[in-house]
């Protein structure tokens, strides 16, 4: 089993998209018995919250429903219990590198190094800067890269 975590900064928009779009990848190529997959955030100003109306409409476009995530907050455990985490952005990955035992930091990666052809860092907040669409599509291309690594480095 090979488990990823996604984590932005509140887990209500970013994160549980890439949750959703990461599990359809996964379900579609038949290895969801093999992949385990989360998503959280660096604060806690959404635990328990469901994703932003504007993410789950988003993903629905694209035949994906989050409307059943919840928020969580990231925490130093998500380090013994991950393979994968996956920082939204680079304030994310300094805020994970924070909280990451001694030890663990090869499991730390930003995530858009997994879409070396979107030619960005970050992720941007979707309601600030990136646009709900656009912040779609980036996302969805870094986790054809994911699902690839995986495969090629796990599977
Ligand atoms: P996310 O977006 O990190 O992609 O979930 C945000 C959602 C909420 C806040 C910031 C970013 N907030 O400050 O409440």
Known sequence: MVSVVFVCLGNICRSPTAEGIFRHLVENAGLDEHIHIDSAGTHSFHVGSPPDGNAQAEARRHGIDISHLRGRQAKSDDFQKFDYVLAMDSENHRNL?????????????????????????????????????????MIEKASHGLLADIQENHL
């Open 97 to 137: 590198l924070s909280i990451c035992p001694d030890g663990s930091e090869h499991k730390l990666h930003i995530f858009l190094n997994f879409a070396p052809a979107v030619g960005l860092t970050d992720v941007p907040d979707p309601y600030y800067e990136g646009g709900f669409d656009s912040v779609y599509d």
